[in-house]
């Protein structure tokens, strides 16, 4: 007798819910006090520090979280399509070494405040690669 298996879209939430609790519980082991209270509510998040946490989940490959954090926060993500916008009918050209700089920073940041230089050396190693 063959066993038919079903997945309820119920059961699918359920599953991406809990996966991105558990990749919120590694997020917030890792990340900075600031950062923590970010991620949790207890601090005012800006457009700036959402998008910078956007980065370290996507990099980090936290995609379970990076939907819900992107979803919890639509305006953010809506204020930041608006200014691509802008800046795509602009003539100038983005300057991409900037924006470049910009995440490295993020990354750099995020790597030094680590508590230990293991810590730091694979998570450096994860940021970088390509």
């Known amino acids: 007798m063959e066993d038919n298996f079903v997945v309820t879209p ?4 359920r599953r991406r819910k809990q996966c991105a609790e558990k990749e919120q519980l590694l997020f917030l082991a890792l990340c900075s006090k600031k950062d923590r209270k970010l991620i949790t509510g207890e601090a005012e998040l800006n457009v700036h520090d959402y998008e910078r946490i956007c980065y370290l989940l996507e990099r980090m490959g936290l995609n379970h979280l990076l ?4 979803f919890e926060h639509e305006d953010f993500m809506m204020e930041i399509s608006k200014r691509i916008e802008a800046e795509l009918e602009c003539s ?3 300057n991409l070494s900037e924006e470049i700089d910009l995440i490295n920073q993020w990354a750099s940041d995020f790597c030094n405040q680590l508590p230990t230089p293991v810590m730091k050396h694979y998570m450096e190693i994860l940021f970088y690669l390509e």
Do not use: N, V, W
Request: no cysteine; glycine share 0%; hydrophobic share 35%.
């Open 10 to 13: 119920e059961a699918l939430r």
């Open 67 to 70: 939907l819900y954090f992107e």
């Open 92 to 94: 100038e050209k983005p």
